[in-house]
Structure formats: C-alpha cells, structure tokens
C-alpha cells in the first residue's frame, strides 16, 4: 500500500498493485480483515492515474476485495460504480475494459447489489449495451452478458424510462 501511495515510478506502482491483488486472492482469510483499509487507499488511484495498466491491476486488486470482502463493500458502490462506468467507457484499452467488467460482475455478485444500480445511474446499461455492441473480443462481450444477467432483470417499461432519461442527459 506504502508503494502505491508514496512511488514516483510507474512501474513500481503497477507491481505494487498487480502483488495486492495476488496477495489478496492468495490468503482471503487475513485479506477480510483488511478489506477497507485497502479499498480506502485503491480507490482514489482509479480516478486520478491516466496509466491504463496501473488501473488495470488496480482494478484487478479491487476485484479480488470484492470476491473477499462480499457485503464490507456495499458502501463503495456510489464510489466505485462511476468509476468502472468511466472504465467501461475507455474504448482505447481492451484489458482496462475487460478487468473493469470483471471487477463490476464481481461487485454486484459478492455484494448483493442487484437492480439498484440500474436505478441510480440510468446510463449504466446504455454503457453496457454499448461495449456489448462496439467490441470485437469475444470474451468481453461473453461478461458483459454475464454482468447484465448478475445485475438482474428489470421491467421493460422501466428500461425504456432509463433508456429516455439517458439520452435526455446524454
């Protein structure tokens, strides 16, 4: 964590957080008690680092939290949703895209958060919709089918509502 916040060197920071992760997802019984120090420091690195690889392992180490962590993360959704929204939207890096999917499927699997999120960020599904339509990877679109199927099913009166809130904010 110490290398994360205090290194100057790209690379140093990217092992950093690429050996969180492994850490994490190696021992997740020690991990769970550290759930949210580590997420309090992981979280603002997403949206101030314009290194692709950086917020891939990143998004990887929050990944392997959430998979640990569960229900200790609930309270990060209206921090992390616009974060991996904002992921999802960067077209420029296939592996940030495919992480941030993972990371999101992750989240609302462990975490319970189903529907909702739908309800608190109209444009969630629109985004998802559109990586769906715009990747050529085949596994990326097999986890957006995942996650759209994790997130849950909604109404169809109400997709159409989110659909015309969207383009009225869009």
Do not use: W
């Not at 580590?38 to 690889?53: C, F, V």
């Not at 904002?86 to 592996?95: E, F, H, N, T």
């Not at 599904?125 to 715009?134: F, P, R, W």
């Amino acid at each position: 964590l110490t290398l994360l916040e205090l290194s100057r060197d790209p690379l140093t920071r990217e092992q950093a957080a690429h050996l969180l992760g492994v850490l994490v997802a190696a021992c997740p019984d020690v991990a769970r008690h550290y759930v949210q120090p580590i997420m309090k420091r992981l979280l603002p690195l997403l949206g101030s680092e314009s290194n692709a690889m950086l917020n891939a392992h990143v998004l990887t180490a929050i990944g392997e939290c959430c998979s640990v962590g569960g229900t200790q993360l609930a309270p990060y959704v209206h921090t992390l949703l616009p974060l991996l929204m904002k992921a999802l939207q960067d077209a420029g890096s296939r592996v940030k895209r495919f992480v941030a999917l993972r990371t999101l499927g992750d989240f609302v699997v462990n975490t319970g958060t189903v529907i909702q999120p739908y309800l608190d960020y109209p444009l969630l599904l629109t985004t998802l919709l559109n990586v769906l339509k715009t990747s050529q990877s085949v596994p990326i679109r097999r986890l957006v089918i995942s996650v759209i199927g994790s997130l849950g099913a909604m109404d169809p009166v109400a997709i159409a509502e989110q659909a015309r809130v969207a383009h009225e904010q869009a």
